[in-house]
Structures are given as C-alpha cells and as structure tokens.
C-alpha cells in the first residue's frame, strides 16, 4: 500500500511559521508532506492546475493556510474532491477573523474543513484522522498521541497539586 501524503499549501510563505507545525505532527505520523506555496489571488492558475492534479498526484488531503480574505483553501476545493482542510491565519487588522469566516463560510457544494485561527496543530491532526480510515496504521499512532496527551496533563495536576500543598 502507498504511503499517505499531505499537501500543505500557504498563501504566503509568511505563513510558515504556522503551518510548520501541522508538517511537524504529520511527519511524527510518517505522512508524506509537500510543502508549496501558491496564492488563490497572484497564482491563481497555479492553484487552480495544483488541486485539479492533487488525486492524479497522490495525495490524499490538502491542508491550505491563508490570513485576510483567504480564497486559498475554497479555490482549491473548488478544483478537487480530495478534503481540504482550512487553517485561518492571524491577521494584524482583524486578529484572524476575517479569515475564519471566509474560510469556515463555504457555499454548498464545495465544503472546506476549518480549524481555529492558527490551528496548524489541530489541522495535521485532522488529517491524520481523516487518513487513518484507509490507512489504518495510523490509528495507533493517534491512540498513542491521545494517551501522551493525557499523561502530560496528569502530570501537570500532579505538579500544580504539589505546589498547593
């Protein structure tokens, strides 16, 4: 069986410091990630010839992060039926918002995943999840992911419990 593989697209590579942390946990899943990137408004045909090859080109989800009027990840939902998931990201003017809406605000038809603004975590793991129903090694190392996740909160009771006392 193939390898699973994730196409994280930002408008702009000032964007990157966000989305490298949705590489980051796909690659901890060993999930093929390739990294562009393209902008719905100044490449629009480059977005466009991207997402209509995405299924020809193997990959099996889009994560797409854009800030302001962010059309990136509906541009590309609009070319393709691999999932794209949409990561708002944090403007200066309205804080993410602006973002969030045109992202999360889709017209039927054409839906887009959306995580919170900046959620790059949350959106490689979406992907993970969304991965792990064909590939199903994967759910193991979701599981484990969970379970680190709530030993490093029992920990941190443990701590603050300590420091009360």
Same mark, same amino acid.
């Given at each position: 069986m193939k390898q699973?593989?994730?196409?994280?697209?930002? /408008?702009? $590579?000032?964007?990157?410091?966000?989305?490298k942390k949705a590489i980051k946990v796909l690659k901890d899943?060993?999930?093929?990630v390739e990294a562009r990137v393209i902008s719905a408004h100044?490449?629009?045909?480059?977005?466009?010839?991207?997402?209509g090859k995405a299924r020809e080109? /193997?990959? $099996?989800?889009?994560?797409?992060a854009a800030g302001m009027a962010a059309h990136l990840p509906g541009v590309l939902a609009a070319y393709t039926t691999v999932p794209v998931i949409g990561i708002p990201i944090k403007g200066s003017v309205l804080d993410g918002m602006d973002a969030l809406l045109s992202i999360v605000q889709m017209p039927p038809g054409i839906p887009v995943a959306t995580v919170g603004i900046d959620g790059a975590r949350n959106a490689g793991l979406l992907?993970?999840?969304?991965?792990?129903l064909k590939y199903t090694h994967l759910v193991e190392k979701l599981e484990d992911f969970r379970s680190s996740m709530a030993e490093e909160v029992k920990?941190?009771?443990?701590?603050?419990?300590k420091e009360i006392d």
């Open positions: 699973p593989k994730v196409a994280v697209i930002m /408008g702009s $590579d000032s964007d990157f410091p966000v989305v899943m060993d999930i093929d100044r490449t629009p045909d480059q977005a466009a010839e991207f997402a080109n /193997g990959f $099996d989800v889009i994560i797409a992907a993970a999840q969304i991965l792990s920990k941190k009771d443990a701590k603050i419990g």
